[in-house]
């Protein structure tokens, strides 16, 4: 059977649409005919039926993986809700938020061996046969090739962390992502305890050697770090998240040797670093943008946009107007968009405020729009609090420029949104979108939302995250055991 969500999908896409779009012209093309091919070269699926689950319905699945005996598992679904406080009404889905799944799995017991059996529409129940012993474990999503999570019996989680710790080979680096995201997206919602997600994360300072398990970890940090920004937990999670890191930076370094997993990595953690405040990463960074500063065609390429942060985060008003005069002059589209960037690092207000002045005028900064520079301020609570601010000052303003543009829109909101998770800063928001156009309504939606997803993760989680910092100590070692 031709699995449609897994890597070989690829391969069967081109083999079989080739011959399509060579009998179809532009004009006939269609999903409905396109499906129709599938289904005539794949007749083991239906295909059309499938899609219609994924492209008729929002959102996507959590499968949840029970231990019924020692001799069986059951399969099933159920729509996952980042705000768990939402209402999830079903008959707004013609499918009642039920999907055609192909679950792909591995287990203890079949190694590498991949195997796959489908989740129905019509949210019925699968049984599979497994020799659930003591240190048993099955892993779902293989190669994070589907849209959906999954969630396993407390026993489980705990054997696979056990396995990332022993052996994390045992599990595919693209799988040991989806497994993170996974935990960190469940606790994110109280489906299940931050404990497990922390205990997920043990291995990687002195096991992971792939970048994508990395990326999703400090992804959830990133957010982490947004809801406690203002409170006394902080500096709990900066050291836990430093000692994670700083290993991996000790042993990798500032050069740039290793393949590009290795050089992708490398630059990650220095940027995360970074923007945490280590004091040796910056000391490192703002030395080469001494040097930069002198020979600005004489720097390794990767590693600029951390000498322009570094340059000005706490450095003079001199280097934060050098690097806006560089931004403007530079002919290459990726260092200016960099240097523009890490103009919003500064931890000078007034600067903040001159760079939200210039990026509203819309005729100071070279090919950077308003929308573009506004996700930049996204870097600090101080930024971040500069920018929500500024928003309110100035609504009426933004909106006649950028009321028409629903992607930009898009992209403004949501970054006035991020770290937002007071009720009295949503009322000042509510109050301030009550007329919005219906340009960019739906924009002003999802961005309250957003707020009320982080209003309900402050009230569960902060507290709790900070009684698991405790268990933690500075090097980042957690000592809580499922």
């Known amino acids: 059977m031709v699995e449609l969500y897994n890597c070989e999908c690829l391969l069967f896409f081109k083999l079989t649409t080739?011959?399509?779009?060579?009998?179809?012209?532009?004009?006939?093309?269609?999903?409905?005919?396109?499906?129709?091919?599938?289904?005539?070269?794949?007749?083991?699926?239906?295909?059309?039926?499938?899609?219609?689950?994924?492209?008729?319905?929002?959102?996507y699945p959590v499968v949840y993986v029970n231990n019924i005996s020692n001799s069986e598992l059951s399969l099933s679904q159920e729509r996952f809700l980042l705000n768990p406080a939402a209402t999830d009404d079903a008959a707004k889905s013609p499918f009642g938020y039920r999907w055609d799944i192909p679950f792909t799995y591995k287990t203890s017991e079949t190694g590498?061996?991949?195997?796959?059996?489908?989740?129905?529409q019509d949210g019925s129940e699968v049984s599979l046969s497994a020799n659930v012993g003591e240190s048993f474990w099955i892993v779902g999503n293989i190669g994070y090739d589907g849209y959906y999570l999954v969630n396993y019996?407390?026993?489980?989680?705990?054997?696979l962390a056990d396995v990332l710790i022993s052996n994390h080979y045992a599990i595919d680096g693209s799988t040991r992502m989806t497994l993170l995201n996974s935990a960190f997206m469940l606790a994110r919602t109280s489906i299940i305890d931050y404990r497990i997600p922390f205990r997920m994360a043990e291995y990687l300072s002195e096991k992971e050697d792939q970048l994508g398990p990395w990326k999703i970890f400090l992804h959830h940090m990133k957010y982490i770090a947004e809801m406690?920004?203002?409170?006394?937990?902080?500096?709990?999670?900066?050291?836990?998240?430093l000692g994670k890191i700083s290993p991996v930076i000790?042993?990798?370094?500032?050069?740039?040797?290793?393949?590009?997993?290795?050089?992708?990595?490398?630059?990650?953690?220095?940027?995360?670093?970074?923007?945490?405040?280590?004091?040796?990463?910056?000391?490192?960074?703002?030395?080469?943008?001494?040097?930069?500063?002198?020979?600005?065609?004489?720097?390794?390429?990767?590693?600029?946009?951390?000498?322009?942060?570094a340059g000005v985060m706490r450095g003079t008003?001199?280097?934060?107007?050098?690097?806006?005069?560089?931004?403007?002059?530079?002919?290459?589209?990726?260092?200016?968009?960099?240097?523009?960037?890490?103009?919003?690092?500064?931890?000078?207000?007034?600067?903040?405020?001159?760079?939200?002045?210039?990026?509203?005028?819309?005729?100071?900064?070279?090919?950077?729009?308003?929308?573009?520079?506004?996700?930049?301020?996204?870097?600090?609570?101080l930024s971040r609090t500069m920018a929500f601010n500024f928003m309110r000052q100035h609504w009426d303003a933004i909106e006649a420029t950028h009321g028409g543009n629903p992607w930009a829109m898009d992209k403004i909101l949501r970054t006035f949104a991020t770290g937002v998770n007071t009720e009295k800063e949503k009322n000042q928001l509510t109050d301030l979108f009550s007329n919005a156009a219906p340009s960019y309504k739906n924009s002003v939606e999802r961005a309250l939302d957003l707020i009320d997803t982080n209003i309900y993760w402050a009230n569960a989680n902060a507290?709790?995250?900070?009684?698991?910092?405790?268990?933690?100590?500075?090097?980042?070692?957690?000592?809580?055991n499922l």
Do not use: C
């Open 18 to 59: 080739r011959p399509y779009y060579e009998i179809n012209d532009e004009f006939k093309m269609s999903f409905f005919n396109l499906f129709f091919w599938f289904q005539s070269v794949n007749g083991e699926l239906d295909i059309s039926s499938i899609m219609d689950t994924w492209l008729t319905q929002m959102g």
């Open 112 to 120: 590498d061996v991949k195997q796959t059996t489908w989740l129905s």
């Open 153 to 159: 019996y407390e026993d489980n989680w705990k054997n």
């Open 228 to 241: 406690l920004a203002r409170t006394p937990h902080y500096s709990k999670l900066r050291a836990y998240i």
């Open 250 to 309: 000790q042993s990798l370094g500032w050069s740039e040797e290793g393949d590009y997993q290795t050089n992708e990595i490398r630059l990650t953690l220095l940027s995360a670093a970074l923007q945490l405040g280590d004091d040796s990463t910056y000391q490192y960074a703002y030395n080469q943008f001494e040097k930069w500063k002198n020979e600005p065609n004489g720097m390794p390429g990767n590693f600029l946009a951390i000498f322009y942060q």
């Open 317 to 381: 008003v001199e280097n934060w107007e050098l690097v806006f005069e560089y931004a403007q002059h530079s002919l290459v589209a990726g260092n200016r968009h960099s240097a523009y960037a890490s103009l919003a690092t500064t931890n000078e207000p007034w600067l903040l405020q001159r760079f939200l002045d210039m990026a509203l005028s819309g005729n100071v900064l070279k090919s950077y729009d308003f929308s573009r520079a506004i996700t930049a301020f996204e870097y600090s609570q």
């Open 463 to 480: 507290e709790k995250i900070g009684q698991l910092l405790d268990l933690s100590n500075t090097e980042g070692t957690y000592s809580y």
